[in-house]
């Protein structure tokens, strides 16, 4: 029933900005945490960025965000709760950004680094960054 959709992927120079979204539907991601995560063939899924939930007295806003190292200075993941939306904003992009990235919606709260306590995915934006 739960379901999430990312955009915005595809092909895009070295040094520009990308900006990815992710639509969710089937209950209001209001109160959980949501990350993003890329995954290449033959890889496992790797953390990049988490945005926590609210509680019920939260007022649209996010209360915490965490980074993988190698991306904390170029990444930045916001919300908006009224919309259902996610996004990853992704400044001044390298080869090395080249993956498919994903979007996760947690059961929990708290801000999550771990891919395993995220119960839905979307099914992945293909971001591929040119020379």
């Known amino acids: 029933q739960r379901q999430l959709e990312e955009r915005g992927g595809g092909l895009v120079q070295s040094g520009a900005s990308l900006k990815l979204s992710c639509a969710a539907s089937g209950g209001s991601i209001r109160p959980a945490a949501m990350g993003w995560f890329r995954q290449a063939p033959g890889k496992g899924r790797e953390f990049v960025a988490s945005?926590?939930?609210?509680?019920?007295?939260?007022?649209?806003?996010?209360?915490?965000?965490e980074y993988a190292e190698s991306w904390k200075v170029r990444f930045t993941i916001t919300r908006d709760n009224d919309k259902n939306m996610v996004y990853l904003q992704i400044d001044r992009v390298s080869a090395d950004d080249t993956d498919v990235y994903y979007c996760?919606?947690?059961?929990?709260?708290?801000?999550?680094?771990?891919?395993?306590?995220?119960?839905?995915w979307g099914q992945g934006t293909q971001v591929t960054v040119s020379s």
């Open positions: 996760g919606w947690s059961s929990y709260a708290a801000i999550i680094s771990d891919s395993t306590d995220y119960h839905y």
């Open positions: 945005i926590g939930g609210f509680v019920l007295s939260g007022y649209g806003s996010e209360r915490s965000t």
